[in-house]
Nanobody, 120 residues
Framework: QVQLVESGGGFVQAGGSLTLSCIVSGSIFSQDALAWYRQAPGEKRELVAT???????RYADSVQGRFTISRDNTKSMVNLQMNGLKPEDTAVYYC??????????????WGQGIQVTVSS
């Protein structure tokens, strides 16, 4: 059973930085496609950043140049470095893991979510 546990959220002033971490257990991990999503109050969940072996890293336009996604396969961890934070970055952030099924598709798993609040 795949489980994802996020950490590193909190409260920060605009222009500050935070680093989110997600530890994944129960999967091979090195073959997984990983991502961070976020959902603000009253908004739909949106994709923030992804990382995999085929396409590398990709970012939403709203965070490009400010956020960096990375992974450490030895620690089964995916991180999201967030710099130059803005109030509009305030949201619950979710770690996402796509586990290959060996047939060209994947099983999807989500973390519980972690709050990030940016004040002006």
């Amino acid at each position: 059973q795949v489980q994802l546990v996020e950490s590193g959220g909190g409260f920060v002033q605009a222009g500050g930085s935070l680093t989110l971490s997600c530890i994944v257990s129960g999967s091979i991990f090195s073959q997984d496609a990983l991502a961070w999503y976020r959902q603000a109050p009253g908004e739909k969940r949106e994709l923030v950043a992804t990382i995999n072996d085929v396409f590398g890293t990709r970012y939403a336009d709203s965070v490009q140049g400010r956020f960096t996604i990375s992974r450490d396969n030895t620690k089964s961890m995916v991180n999201l470095q967030m710099n130059g934070l803005k109030p509009e970055d305030t949201a619950v952030y979710y770690c996402h893991d796509a586990v290959p099924d060996g047939f060209g598709s994947a099983y999807e798993f989500w973390g519980q979510g972690i709050q990030v609040t940016v004040s002006s």
